[in-house]
């Protein structure tokens, strides 16, 4: 498959297509072959899959910015919501499907990346909350209680722009997992 | 968000409201009791409105956010 024509695929299909990046001779891409034909067959119908090999369609691999195989991208309306390298178990291969169904990345690529971050009218409306707190705050006596609520607020906005909150949330993240996950 | 079941609109009046509370109760705009209630309960709706999510709707099985 072309460059062109996959992401003509990825923008004209209507339904969110799972992408997956393998090579012959790569032996966890066999490995994840099995579950990934029960999901599409169980997915048939709602989300579509895209095989791409990697040797064959080098350019395609490229312009999906796959640097490890297998890779499985997960694109909604021509967008990527979902992205997994290496193998992995079915859960994690569900996870992906079902991230092309909600929008949502799954919580490992959140994780990974740390830089998910509130939505953008999320961002705005607490900063705004922020400053009418801390202008409330001040002329109030001032009143430490709203000036403290307005940091909060504040940083409730920016979290993940903040160094420090993104080196210690991967940790945060691990501690708080259940076991065996 | 799944667990969002407040709309942007019902957000945006939720932290005005909320906002204005404070305002009133802290500013001393509002004085006596009221104003110690109004120092307090508007954190409810600031901070459900922040959050996205309102408890009442969620035990009422009700939303404002289009599924």
Redesign the interface.
Request: zero cysteines; hydrophobic letters at 60%; charged letters at 5%.
């Given at each position: 498959m072309s460059v062109p024509l996959l992401l003509q695929t990825l923008r004209q299909n209507p339904l969110p297509v799972v992408v997956d990046v393998w090579a012959p001779w790569c032996m966890p891409c066999r490995a994840i072959e099995r579950p990934l034909a029960v999901l599409k067959e169980e997915y048939a119908g709602r989300v579509d899959v895209v095989k791409v090999n990697a040797d064959e369609q080098i350019e395609a691999a490229r312009a999906l910015g796959v640097t490890g195989i297998p890779t499985l991208v997960t694109f909604r309306e021509g967008k990527e919501v979902a992205r997994h390298t290496g193998s992995a178990p079915t859960a994690v291969l569900r996870q992906l499907f079902e991230a092309g169904l909600a929008g949502d990345a799954p919580a490992a690529r959140v994780a990974r990346k740390g830089a998910a971050g509130p939505a953008p009218v999320a961002r705005t409306l607490r900063a705004l909350t922020a400053a009418a707190l801390l202008l409330t705050g001040w002329l109030s006596g001032p009143s430490i209680l709203l000036i403290a609520l307005a940091g909060a607020v504040l940083f409730s906005a920016v979290y993940d722009r903040c160094p420090l909150w993104r080196a210690i949330a991967p940790r945060l993240a691990s501690v708080l997992r259940p076991r065996g996950q | 968000?799944?667990f969002v079941n407040e709309a942007?609109w019902d957000?945006?009046v939720r932290?005005i409201l909320g906002?204005v509370l404070?305002?009133l109760g802290?500013?001393?705009v509002v004085t006596g009791p009221l104003g110690v209630v109004f120092q307090y309960l508007g954190?409810l709706p600031?901070i459900t409105?922040?959050v996205?999510w309102c408890p009442a709707y969620a035990i009422l099985r009700f939303r404002t956010k289009k599924a």
């Open positions: - | 968000m799944s942007s957000r945006i932290v906002i404070l305002y802290w500013a001393g954190l600031l409105g922040l996205g």
